[in-house]
């Protein structure tokens, strides 16, 4: 365990993660949606991804919401990609920073992309080389690293092989991901050691769902394990359509809320995140799961 940072990195990923389990809403909401995330003062968005229409059909938009994001020139924006074409189509509709799922687990795998792991793991190089031939960076988010919905709890030791692998084909930038929202604390802590030492000094994220209630716990426990770099989505929205009972991201409110507290600085505004949830909730047309957007804060009522 290490001191607590100063400063986390918060990627709201509510556009993309968020929205890929609801019914397709039109692109003037989603750009709505996108100009009061920008206000909130985060700086890292995850817009969409590039993968078949037809397997998520509410990010088929895709190439016309990335025509709009020249409009917030202060915001790194990244798009999710599935395989080498995905990756090419981001890299043509303007997207500079690729993130390329690689899920630890085979069940998971064949559901998600129709691939093993270790194919889609092969393809991380390819998936490199198309984005720093861009300009671009790339990097690889490594999905059921904790249990997987159909294969049970993952080997600890296929997470820390596509770490190796990640940091062997140049990958900017390495994330675990708890995809059904399974995992503990405990199991955090003890997963950061095994990747660590194995990527060297690329950047690691993480990227909790609180299905089980324990998100906001994994999240905090990877702060004080040293990681830096959090996924969150406003209101809490999200979920994945390959793994079925995943729901609901951290919401990015109840996690700036949480480190507030701790001293710890994320350069996003309380209030306006809560805004943000607020037209996220209106814009699905359903109740959310953030517990600010029910309760509040505490300092700002």
């Known amino acids: 365990m290490t001191d607590l940072p100063s400063h986390v990195t918060i990627r709201e990923v509510c556009l993309r993660d968020g929205l890929q389990l609801e019914d397709p809403i039109p692109l003037s909401a989603k ?177 909790f769902h609180n299905t089980r209630g324990s998100g906001l716990a994994s999240a905090y426990a990877a702060v004080q394990a040293g990681v830096t770099r959090l996924d969150a989505s406003v209101g809490g929205l999200g979920g994945c359509p390959f793994a079925p009972g995943a729901t609901g991201n951290i919401a990015t409110e109840d996690l700036v809320y949480l480190l507030r507290d701790s001293d710890i600085n994320t350069g996003i505004d309380l209030d306006l995140a809560i805004d943000a949830a607020m037209v996220a909730q209106r814009v699905v047309g359903h109740e959310l799961p953030s517990a600010l957007l029910r309760a509040g804060d505490r300092l700002l009522g």
């Open 31 to 207: 750009l709505e949606l996108l100009e009061a995330i920008v206000a909130t003062g985060v700086r890292e968005i995850e817009a969409t991804a590039f993968v078949s229409p037809s397997k998520v059909p509410a990010l088929a938009d895709a190439p016309e919401l990335a025509a709009a994001l020249d409009a917030f020139p202060d915001v790194e924006f990244s798009a999710l990609v599935a395989g080498p074409g995905g990756a090419g189509r981001a890299l043509a509709a303007g997207l500079r920073s690729l993130e390329y799922v690689v899920s630890a687990a085979d069940g998971h795998s064949q559901a998600n992309v129709g691939r093993s792991t270790a194919e889609s793991t092969a393809l991380i190089a390819d998936i490199v080389n198309l984005a720093h031939g861009s300009g671009a960076s790339a990097e690889v988010i490594i999905a059921t690293a904790w249990d997987c919905p159909f294969d049970g709890p993952t080997d600890p030791s296929r997470v820390v092989e596509i770490a190796a692998a990640a940091l062997e084909f140049g990958a900017d930038r390495v994330a675990i991901a708890d995809t059904i929202g399974t995992t503990t604390p405990r199991r955090v802590t003890d997963l950061i050691s095994r990747v660590r030492p194995v990527i060297g000094d690329l950047p690691l994220g993480a990227h």
